[in-house]
């Protein structure tokens, strides 16, 4: 799924080729990022366009022979490439534009701001190749004894060994560590053209005048950003082209590699933004600090709706403790129904943010969620919400950042230090990403591995990122296992790098002590036996759902005072249900943990939040992890056999009967759970109010 969806898109045709375009966002100035090369299509922007879209009129277009565009035989020169830039701006209705090239690109940007100044206003040269040698030598088009390294670009060898060649070339792209993502991305793309097409480029990839004397024809502004570590394309390139352009800017981008607006995409964004619109970063107002009380914004990942649910208990602390401070809430669907729900104030600036809990659901299968994997693919949603984020804190002032498993926010910040502009407390209720395929030396293995390891070391060397960080729950909530092949214990690090508040639960002791008086606000009858499933905040657990409701009538059989409730959630509409005796189905239940403290028996999936409310209040309950979900099949399973609570089912063999039996049993038991600590909110407050200074 995608960050940011096109506002318009369309195909235009230019010299006899018919190019795809698309534009996001809108206002009075336009953005072109121009294709790299035919390795890749329009995606290779996309960490820059949800961002751009929100300044600027942003436009992108695949380029001949890859993406939507259609796929000639030949007319990829440079000169062409020029021409289907200006059809897509004439396309759009676009006179004048700033224009963005990256790597072979960049020849495109040169030459459109040399021949056709009135359509540039701004450009920015990425990755320099402006090159008179190029990469492929005289003998590009002869075979090789011997393919090695650099030698491995050769048309014989592309014909013959292009999956391997795509390979090769995606590394030295991305050079830097941990890219594993960024070059899985590389590598799939760039096997979505031929190397028929690529030679063609080369073939084609001339120009009729010289670096020099084209850069002398260019009076645009311009900035070039270079990766110091380029292995494509060295940075001498970039110094002379800036050389030789008179009040250009020049950004060295240290141990960045040839894709930087991947691998850099905060500074890349930031740089190119105050570039292109320089007044971006001015504010239309300011108050002294010391007259304005003190501002605390939480972000609560939208993954579930039980981090919110904590977020605000630590919150009704945090304001029992300090009463002046002033809480907003950066959220998105559906925490901002809970918010809302519970009179919080949600900042406007969330309606830029980009939909996490629709790209899991884009992912998933039949309670099916490889939960590691979806996350690596959000990476350009992460990206968008943490940009959405930098704005918020550049405009306005707050003393303290509550990240409740908003990795985004963590990740970002610690890759970029120095935009840290308040106190950051970080909370989560899981340390280490697991595979689920855990085989020694296996892919997933070692892509867990590697993210882990970023992670150990990010928190290393800038320890000042993180000002407190919380695990909810106890030491021996942490799993006793490994990060990774010479990597720490997770539980021993975890000991060493965190605070233990205990759990943190929604509601306080007191609230459900007359379990009588609840169950009859709910609207419980003392002689039912009140059943409740539920599935959390995403539509996943549709198809569990499905199995309760078949299971409906068998349940009732067994046991005719049963009352069976079936929560669908925010996501799930109810009206998608048949309708089955004896089921009762309810939308989104803003305190659910309340139905929950009132029934006799829940059927749930495996998330943390609903089955230690659920062990809180000591009800027996069935729970469903989802198939390749690290977290609810390893993390939660092990916190919940401390407690001695729920009941482990497997969704692959539930069927009415079985569903029906365990929902029996489950009926007959008592619970004998450990119990839970109830104060987990204010410990959690009372270590991150501290970081709000004194009071005055």
Not at 606 to 629: D, I, V
Request: aromatic share 8%; glycine share 8%; proline share 7%.
């Amino acid at each position: 799924m995608r960050a940011h969806e096109p506002d318009r898109e369309g195909r235009v045709e230019s010299g006899g080729t018919a190019v795809h375009w698309e534009e996001h966002g809108g206002g009075d100035r336009t953005v072109l990022f121009l294709p790299a090369w035919q390795l890749f299509d329009s995606r290779i922007w996309k960490m820059q366009v949800p961002y751009f879209a929100r300044h600027f009129r942003t436009l992108t277009f695949d380029p001949p022979g890859h993406g939507r565009s259609d796929r000639p035989v030949r007319g990829y020169g440079h000169e062409q490439m020029v021409d289907h830039a200006r059809a897509v701006l004439d396309a759009a209705g676009v006179e004048r534009a700033s224009v963005v090239g990256l790597s072979r690109g960049t020849w495109t940007g040169a030459l459109l701001a040399a021949r056709h100044p009135e359509r540039v206003e701004r450009l920015v040269l990425t990755s320099v190749a402006l090159d008179d040698q190029g990469l492929a030598g005289p003998d590009f088009f002869e075979p090789r004894e011997r393919y090695e390294e650099w030698g491995k670009y050769n048309a014989h060898y592309w014909r013959e060994r292009y999956p391997e060649f795509v390979e090769f070339f995606v590394s030295k792209i991305f050079t830097e560590p941990h890219s594993t993502k960024a070059r899985e991305d590389g590598i799939a793309w760039g096997l979505e053209t031929t190397p028929e097409i690529l030679i063609a480029t080369i073939r084609e990839g001339t120009c009729d005048v010289s670096v020099a004397e084209l850069l002398a024809q260019i009076h645009t502004p311009t900035l070039i950003v270079h990766g110091v570590d380029d292995a494509v394309r060295p940075i001498r390139l970039a110094e002379a082209a800036h050389a030789a352009l008179p009040g250009s800017a020049l950004l060295r981008l240290e141990g960045s590699g040839h894709c930087p607006q991947v691998r850099d995409p905060v500074r890349y964004n930031l740089a190119v933004r105050d570039f292109l619109e320089p007044s971006a970063r001015g504010r239309r107002t300011w108050r002294r600090a010391a007259a304005r009380p003190p501002r605390v914004l939480f972000v609560s990942s939208p993954i579930g709706l039980g981090h919110s649910l904590r977020d605000v208990a630590i919150a009704r602390e945090l304001r029992a403790l300090r009463p002046e401070i002033e809480i907003h809430w950066l959220a998105q669907d559906p925490v901002t129904r809970v918010l809302e729900a519970r009179g919080e104030r949600v900042h406007p600036a969330s309606r830029f943010l980009s939909g996490e809990s629709a790209h899991v659901e884009s992912e998933a299968g039949e309670h099916d969620l490889h939960v590691f994997q979806a996350w690596r693919n959000m990476d350009e949603i992460l990206l968008a919400n943490f940009m959405v984020l930098h704005d918020l804190l550049e405009a306005e002032p707050y003393d303290l950042v509550v990240g409740d498993e908003a990795w985004e926010i963590d990740h970002f910040l610690h890759e970029n230090p120095e935009l840290k502009r308040a106190a950051f407390a970080w909370i989560t209720d899981f340390v280490g990403w697991l595979p689920m395929d855990p085989r020694p030396g296996g892919r997933e293995a070692l892509l867990a591995a590697d993210y882990n390891a970023e992670m150990i070391e990010q928190v290393a060397r800038f320890p000042r990122v993180r000002d407190r960080a919380l695990f909810v729950g106890d030491r021996d909530d942490v799993v006793d296992r490994s990060f990774g092949p010479g990597l720490p214990g997770i539980r021993e690090w975890t000991s060493a790098h965190y605070d233990f508040p205990g759990y943190v639960l929604p509601f306080g002791p007191a609230e459900f002590a007359d379990r009588e008086a609840l169950r009859a606000r709910l609207g419980f009858r003392p002689d039912e036996r009140v059943v409740l499933a539920a599935v959390g905040g995403t539509a996943v657990g549709r198809h569990l759902l499905d199995k309760v409701v078949a299971a409906g009538p068998e349940i009732r059989r067994r046991s005719p005072e049963t009352r069976l409730i079936v929560v669908t959630g925010p996501r799930i509409d109810p009206a998608a249900f048949p309708a089955t005796p004896g089921v009762e189905l309810r939308a989104f239940v803003p305190d659910l943990y309340t139905h929950l403290a009132g029934c006799d028996l829940a059927i749930v999936q495996g998330g943390l939040s609903t089955c230690m409310e659920l062990t809180a209040t000591k009800r027996p309950f069935l729970y469903f992890p989802l198939r390749n979900h690290f977290e609810q099949n390893v993390h939660v399973p092990h916190r919940l056999a401390r407690y001695r609570a729920g009941v482990r089912m497997d969704y692959a063999e539930a069927d009415p009967e079985t569903l029906a039996h365990a929902v029996a049993e489950g009926l007959k038991h008592p619970v004998v759970y450990r119990d839970v600590d109830t104060d987990g909110a204010r410990r959690a407050a009372d270590l991150i109010a501290p970081l709000l200074g004194a009071r005055r």
